[in-house]
């Protein structure tokens, strides 16, 4: 068993905008491609190119249709990964110590070298965030680029986690959540985000802010009062063109 923090001094972690996540899956490729190139063990395929493939990935996109009872039926894309929880079960049942909270930022990490491989913070995780790297024989996780966003030798702008830092929609953020005056914090304050099944008591850091109502169009597009014609008759160098086509065979003349 293994103790959590009292508390940390900060709480960094993501908030994540599902009304602008489009479900590219830059954000899933960016970090299986840094966390294999970089952070501890590579992140393994089986089969990649065969039958029934398999891999490591410490974070996913799922996508979902819903439909709103007084809306329009959207399509909703869920980027998933470790949530960095205040009251992490991960830790707790970690027999080995292998699972931690670090009291200096709030990030749960893995010693890959005293994970054991038992997957008991796989079974005590309930956002399914923990993967078995079956080559390895270790458990992976999102670790927020550790050795990102401290690393002093990259350019300031590549000081944030990879995913963040990839998303061409800008549906990721990244920052302190435990100052109500960050970045971060302010975007959850204002858009309403929420945690991921608060019912389960981890207390997940990662926010997500929810997907904004579609408007009803009434079953006109929005576009059409900017095609109706600007004129009768065509005129200028466009009255010429169509008159020039109406000349070819198969024209109206």
């Known amino acids: 068993m293994t103790d959590l923090p009292t508390q940390t001094d900060r709480s960094l972690g993501l908030v994540i905008d599902l009304d602008t996540c489009v479900g590219c899956h830059a954000c899933v490729i960016s970090c299986k491609g840094w966390n294999t190139e970089n ?3 590579p992140l393994s395929d089986q089969r990649p190119y ?4 398999m891999g490591t990935f410490l974070n996913r996109v799922h996508s979902y249709e819903v439909q709103p009872e007084d809306g329009t039926a959207q399509t909703v894309h869920f980027p998933k990964s470790c949530l960095h929880c205040e009251s992490a079960p991960c830790v707790i049942v970690c027999p080995t110590g292998a699972s931690y909270k670090r009291v200096e930022d709030g990030i749960v990490l893995v010693n890959e070298d005293h994970c054991i491989g038992c997957g008991l913070c796989a ?3 309930p956002y399914g965030a923990r993967e078995l790297d079956q080559e390895e ?3 992976k996780k999102c670790t927020l680029c550790v050795d990102r966003i401290y690393n002093e030798n990259l350019p300031k702008e590549d000081q944030i986690p990879s995913c963040v830092r990839t998303c ?3 549906a990721r953020h990244f920052g302190d959540l435990s100052d109500p005056n960050s970045d971060v914090s302010q975007l959850v304050e204002s858009r309403g985000g929420f945690d991921l099944m608060p019912e389960m008591g981890t207390k997940p850091v990662n926010k997500y802010l929810p ?5 009803s169009w009434d079953d006109q597009s929005l576009l059409a009062p900017l095609l109706k014609p600007v004129a009768e008759e065509p005129v200028g160098f466009l009255g010429w063109l169509d008159k020039a086509l109406d000349k070819l065979p198969g024209g109206s003349a």
């Open 168 to 170: 061409p929609a800008g």
């Open 211 to 215: 997907p904004r109502p579609k408007d």
């Open 123 to 125: 079974w005590a995780c």
């Open 137 to 139: 024989g270790v458990m």
């Open 39 to 41: 952070y501890g063990a």
């Open 50 to 53: 065969g039958t029934e493939p």
